[in-house]
């Protein structure tokens, strides 16, 4: 069963709907074969012959739900349409949950496991990717842009689960995420040609984040850009775009973001932005960052900015290159110079919470000092296990991003 998201009647009188949408479907696919999409007047002929008593409104309901049931992604189509949607997640058969304005919202519609295995097999069958027992969870992307996970048993347990992260057709705004005084911090920090990573949680508006940062990039500047999935958006002309691949069914073909990060620095980039460091590309990072491509950007999942920096300084160990800590570490504090750590906030939105500018401390063994120059939900109290208070951020500008910026360097203004 499949109930509407936005019914036009009673439970009982919804069912009978989608009975009738499903009788039509099932029609439709039995006798049409490989015929060409029916039209809605062909399908609205077929429905007042299924069930001649409905109303000119339960006709054109049924109609929309044969026309879901046949193209698109079936009866998630009226939620992907909905610009205020950002995460529509299926637990599997039942209730269907999204994501609208930063809360999470349980919807009117049911999906039983006929129906969700069609709207899974619609996403990864285009894609040429597999999802089933051996290989039982998959992440794609949809034609939009927005991206998708998929998870299916024996690992999903009432599955299939569906999870798609959709965007907003136009792309979110620096001073959305923040206040005039710490918009000019970040502005001029990417004008100085800073090096940034953008940490928070899931679903913090890391990648939103990093997309406005990168927007005020001098728009001639040669910038590639790195994703899993794009979802990157930049206004510049000469942006290249690269995509990681998984494996095709046959379990080959895979290139990964290293992979793409190691041929990027032979395409004669200015600027690298990395949508997510996860793993062992952490290394090339930094040393792209430290080898003429300052400026770079990236994101990374992190609790806070020291935890960004402990969680990049233990990805970059797992690679194949085994570098001394210290060494890594000294590495790391040339080729960093902001961390700027982002956060939802109780009713959803999402702020900037802390800015932090990345520099060596002579005194503490090669450790990092971070100097925070804005806390969005107030001052710092308590730092390091002492107790601090922020300081006014006039002047803050050229203190978070004279370090960074080469001395005499061009700024992209």
């Known amino acids: 069963m499949t109930r509407s998201a936005h019914p036009v009647a009673g439970a009982g009188q919804a069912d009978r709907l989608d009975a009738v949408a499903r009788s039509i479907h099932r029609r439709l696919v039995l006798d049409g074969g490989g015929a060409p999409r029916p039209a809605a007047p062909s399908i609205r002929a077929l429905v007042e012959v299924e069930a001649p008593l409905l109303s000119p409104d339960q006709l054109g309901e049924v109609v929309r739900r044969v026309d879901r049931l046949l ?45 969700l295995r069609v709207v899974v097999d619609r996403i990864v069958g285009p894609l040429g990717l597999r999802v089933d027992r051996t290989a039982p969870f998959v992440d794609a992307r949809l034609p939009d842009g927005s991206r998708v996970n998929i998870a299916v ?19 979110w705004a620096l001073a959305e995420f923040c206040p005039a005084p710490v918009e000019e911090v970040l502005v001029a920090a990417v004008r100085s040609r800073a090096s940034i990573v953008v940490s928070g949680g899931t679903g913090s508006g890391k990648t939103s984040l990093l997309n406005a940062l990168a927007a005020h990039i001098d728009p001639t500047t040669r910038v590639v850009t790195i994703e899993d999935a794009a979802e ?3 206004p510049g002309e000469h942006t290249v775009r690269l995509e990681a691949r998984p494996a095709n069914a046959e379990g080959v073909g895979r290139v990964s973001v290293r992979d793409l990060l190691r041929n990027a620095l032979r395409m004669r980039p200015d600027r690298l932005i990395i949508g997510e460091v996860r793993g062992a590309e952490a290394l090339d ?24 920096l402990r969680r990049i300084e233990a990805m970059a160990l797992m690679g194949d290159v085994q570098l001394p800590v210290e060494v890594l570490r000294e590495h790391l504090r040339s080729a960093l110079g902001l961390v700027v750590h982002v956060a939802r906030d109780a009713q959803g939105g999402r702020r900037v919470q802390s800015v932090y500018r990345c520099s060596p401390d002579p005194d503490r063994g090669g450790d990092r000092d ?14 390091d296990g002492r107790v601090v208070t922020t300081g006014s951020i006039g002047g803050g500008i050229d203190a978070a991003t004279r370090s960074s910026a080469e001395p005499g360097g061009n700024v992209d203004d």
């Open 370 to 383: 971070l100097h925070g120059v804005h806390e969005a939900t107030g001052e710092w109290l308590v730092r």
């Open 232 to 234: 990157l958006r930049l």
């Open 71 to 115: 193209f698109g992604l079936g009866p998630l189509e009226p939620l992907l349409a909905d610009p205020e949607v950002t995460e529509v997640m299926v637990n599997g058969p039942g209730k269907v949950w999204i994501e609208r304005r930063g809360m999470l919202r349980r919807t009117d519609l049911d999906l039983d496991e006929e129906a």
């Open 285 to 308: 990072m930094i040393q792209a960052m430290n080898t003429g491509h300052d400026g770079s950007m990236s994101t990374c999942h992190a609790n806070s900015p020291l935890d960004a």
């Open 153 to 171: 048993p024996p690992l999903a347990v009432d599955g299939p689960y569906l999870t798609v992260r959709r965007f907003r057709p136009q792309p």
